[in-house]
């Protein structure tokens, strides 16, 4: 049985959106929830570790936002354990958010 059985985590196809917006090294990963579940895109952009994470219910609306515990299960299980990752709040002028409760976490340098 792999970490991601035990978790919960599956592999999922990505959508043909998705795909064509976050490209095709990206994996998407999802697991299911009582209330909705949660979906993690993640892959490298530019040499670094790139995560994203979203709640949604089961309807497909926009849910809340993940959880510390949730962003934390994710970034352990999904990225690789030396990165150094990090989520990120740039000055408020530089802040975009095109998806609501999203969540991204980025490596960075040591």
């Known amino acids: 049985m792999s970490r991601f059985t035990r978790t919960g985590w599956k592999l999922i196809p990505a ?4 795909q064509a917006l976050v490209g095709v090294d990206m994996k998407v ?3 299911d929830l ?3 579940h949660l979906t993690v895109i993640v892959g490298k952009e530019d040499g670094k570790w790139h995560l994203s994470i979203s709640h949604r219910p089961n309807d497909l609306q926009p849910g809340h936002y993940p959880t510390w515990d949730e962003i934390h299960e994710a970034r352990y299980e999904i990225c690789p354990p030396k990165a150094l990752i990090a ?3 740039p000055p408020k002028e530089e802040y975009v958010n095109f998806h609501p409760t999203t969540f ?4 960075i340098e040591r």
């Open 104 to 107: 991204h976490l980025w490596e």
């Open 87 to 89: 989520m990120i709040l």
């Open 34 to 36: 009582d209330d909705g």
């Open 29 to 31: 990963y999802q697991k």
């Open 15 to 18: 959508a043909a959106a998705v």
